[in-house]
Nanobody, 114 residues
Framework: VQLQASGGGLVQAGGSLRLSCAAS????????MGWYRQAPGKQRELVAD???????NYADSMKGRFTISRDNVKRTINLQMNDLKPGDTAVYYC?????????WGQGTLFTVSS
């Protein structure tokens, strides 16, 4: 699986942004898909993920602000982010996982200005 993320940039605090990830390769629908982020000097952390059945999971700080979705026909996942905070500034990575095997996209950076 190859993953290509897009949608980064500069956003003001309180604003919204949508990240997208396009996957190539077959069997997209069987992977758990997710978004992770890594801020400068910090470890990579889970933002949200979504199973092949559409069940979602969010990190506590993203609940109510972020929404993850997937389209198995188009082989894409999206992350709608609202009420952005400066602490959301990071490189965001798209992830595909199955049976402990992980695939990563190249990462997309966005900065939230105060």
């Amino acid at each position: 699986v190859q993953l290509q993320a897009s949608g980064g940039g500069l956003v003001q605090a309180g604003g919204s942004l949508r990240l997208s990830c396009a996957a190539s390769g077959s069997l997209f629908s069987i992977y758990r898909m997710g978004w992770y982020r890594q801020a400068p000097g910090k470890q990579r952390e889970l933002v949200a993920d979504i199973t092949s059945a559409g069940n979602t999971n969010y990190a506590d700080s993203m609940k109510g602000r972020f929404t993850i979705s997937r389209d198995n026909v188009k082989r894409t996942i999206n992350l709608q982010m609202n009420d952005l905070k400066p602490g959301d500034t990071a490189v965001y990575y798209c992830n595909a996982a199955r049976f402990g095997v992980n695939f990563w996209g190249q990462g997309t950076l966005f900065t939230v200005s105060s």
